[in-house]
């Protein structure tokens, strides 16, 4: 209604419009709920095309919401002429599906490191660039799969933190579907150990089974618990909390930062917590850091402007009282394989004099 008529391309453009439209409109839903489609030949090909579809039609309505509002002031100002209006009707798809073809390729790419310094108050020596490795949000699932973690596997592995974070999201399905994409985790080594803490997501795609098959994989998995390290005479917290909104899908896995901080008996204590907003719990039971997710860093814009009604933070360092608190912009993305103005990243948190 807001781009064909300013076509002008008579009938023949309009019906196939209205075809890629409707086709776009059924294509999202399918593309969603491919996973469960029963003829696995043709559904990940559905996923991949409904996931597509849902970037294109997203940049779509923005795009042609943001024309509207210029047509609207070159209106006002008496600027607005017929060839800006078809100029503009020309420009917006093609401005949309270069927004979607660039945000493919930025989610599809390898997640680059990014290092980040945490300065500790009293940081004894012993702790001085104690490193943790934190990757959050992979979604493994309709178009994530083995070789995309192997890859992500592989950057962290040579990075060689001290300790590494997955600070939940890791999956977008059931264990029986995705297990053997997963499998590359195993390989993950440091030498204070690999933690993971669960995110929203766990617990859409079955949340106690997936704690079992991260265990059997290798990886410490902290839910409301915590453990200690030593370096010389100096010990550093590494604790986690369950998402902050398990408790509607498992009563026992609410989310508890003072039961991970125990008695707080340590130099420095580092918090695994998948949502921002667990940070003023965390703050009062007395951690230093803490890591977080979940955000995307908003994923593509203009999404990102969203992230605040909900969470604190979108991305970055950021203090909470006396803790910082990191969110990570995520290594992978959910549904639509695109970034646009939020990078994938895999973080390297170290600890420096405050």
Same mark, same amino acid.
């Given at each position: ?103 493919? =390729? ?9 290092? =980040? ?17 934190? =990757? ?77 098959? =991260? ?14 390290? $030593? ?26 930062? $003072? ?96």
């Amino acid at each position: 209604m807001r781009l064909l008529p300013d076509l002008d391309g008579g009938l023949l453009l309009n019906m196939a419009g209205v075809l890629v439209l409707v086709v776009l409109t059924v294509l999202v839903p399918v593309g969603l709920m491919s996973a469960s489609l029963r003829r696995r030949r043709w559904s990940e090909l559905v996923s991949w095309l409904g996931l597509m579809s849902m970037g294109l039609f997203s940049s779509l309505l923005v795009t042609t919401l943001a024309r509207d509002l210029v047509l609207l002031a070159l209106r006002v100002t008496g600027l607005l002429s017929p060839e800006i209006v078809f100029g503009s009707a020309v420009a917006v798809p093609l401005l949309a599906a270069a927004v979607t073809l660039l945000g493919f =390729v930025n989610a599809r790419r390898l997640a680059r490191v990014k290092r =980040v310094e945490v300065p500790i108050a009293n940081l004894p020596p012993a702790l001085h660039g104690y490193a943790i490795a934190q =990757v959050s949000d992979i979604h493994v699932g309709p178009t994530i799969k083995r070789p995309y973690l192997n890859a992500i596997v592989n950057r962290v592995n040579k990075l060689g933190a001290d300790a590494i974070a997955i600070t939940g999201d890791l999956v977008d399905g059931s264990v029986h579907r995705l297990s053997l994409h997963t499998q590359p985790l195993a390989r993950l080594a440091a030498p204070d150990g690999v933690f993971f803490v669960t995110g929203n997501h766990e617990y859409y795609s079955g949340a106690e089974e997936w704690i079992a098959e =991260v265990r059997r994989l290798g990886i410490t998995v902290l839910l409301n618990q915590h453990v200690l390290r $030593r370096r010389d005479d100096a010990t550093v917290m590494i604790a986690g909390v369950a998402d902050y909104s398990a408790h509607h899908f498992h009563p026992a896995h609410k989310s508890d930062a $003072r039961a991970a901080a125990g008695a707080r008996d340590a130099d420095v204590r580092i918090l695994l917590a998948h949502q921002p907003r667990s940070a003023p719990e965390a703050a009062e039971a007395g951690f230093h850091l803490q890591l977080s997710g979940h955000t995307h860093g908003g994923q593509f814009f203009p999404w990102n402007l969203f992230v605040p009604l909900q969470q604190p933070f979108v991305a970055g360092l950021h203090r909470v009282r006396d803790m910082w608190v990191y969110i990570s912009r995520g290594t992978g993305y959910w549904g639509p394989p695109k970034r646009f103005g939020a990078p994938s990243e895999i973080t390297l948190v170290r600890l420096v004099p405050g």
